[in-house]
């Protein structure tokens, strides 16, 4: 059987921009800023990307709000749907399984991300990003030798125009049709054993049911 998906955004499952805050650079000096709209089918993420105030970097985001905490252990990887009529710029799509703690002055400390850079198809279409192919960061640079990704855990989900230390700026826009987890083959489960287990591991597990579908289990 062909690989499936588990929609996380949009698909089945409505935007809702109340869910998403910006995330900028701002918040450390930038003059950056993001949005996202939302209509049920589709989400648009612009701003402005600024370079100039903090000397060649920038970054503007739209992150989720709260714990996802989201089990894609019997996952492949992430699956963008985009529309038509993005922008040229290069985007990045970040995941966490760690929520930063708060610094004195109420802003998030930094924190690793595991990010995966891409373009828009010109005329829309879907990226798959594999797991294996995301890289850990700290503060944009990349982490050496890092815990693994603790995918049973994710946390946290975010879009970012970033300026690769000044190597763009500007007006950007992405549109987003869905964002989905794709499930492993068939062919790549467990046996009916550990099945069963894992089953009864998730009637006891507390989060919402909606939280504990990506395995596709229930």
């Not at 990045?92 to 802003?107: A, H, S």
């Not at 062919?187 to 597990?205: F, I, P």
Request: with cysteine; proline share 4%; charged share 30%.
């Amino acid at each position: 059987m062909s690989n499936s998906l588990q929609y996380i955004f949009g698909g089945p499952k409505a935007w809702d921009s109340g869910l998403w805050t910006a995330s900028d650079d701002r918040v450390r000096g930038g003059s950056s800023i993001s949005h996202l709209y939302t209509h049920p089918t589709q989400a648009k993420f612009y701003g402005h990307l600024d370079t100039k105030t903090l000397g060649g970097a920038g970054f503007a985001s739209q992150r989720t709000v709260g714990d996802l905490a989201l089990d894609l252990s019997c996952t492949e990887g992430i699956k963008l749907s985009l529309g038509w009529d993005s922008s040229d710029q290069t985007f990045t799509l970040n995941v966490k399984d760690t929520i930063p703690g708060k610094r004195e002055d109420g802003r998030d400390e930094a924190g690793v991300s595991w990010e995966y850079d891409f373009k828009a198809p010109e005329n829309g279409g879907e990226i798959f990003m594999k797991w294996d192919e995301f890289k850990a960061t700290y503060r944009g640079r990349e982490v050496e030798d890092p815990e693994p990704l603790k995918l049973n855990d994710i946390k946290r989900i975010s879009l970012m125009a970033r300026s690769f230390f000044d190597k763009q700026d500007g007006d950007f826009k992405l549109y987003v049709n869905w964002i989905a987890a794709v499930k492993k083959d068939d062919n790549d489960s467990d046996d009916d054993g550990d099945l069963k287990k894992h089953a009864l591991e998730q009637r006891s597990d507390p989060r919402p049911v909606w939280k504990r579908l990506f395995c596709g289990l229930l």
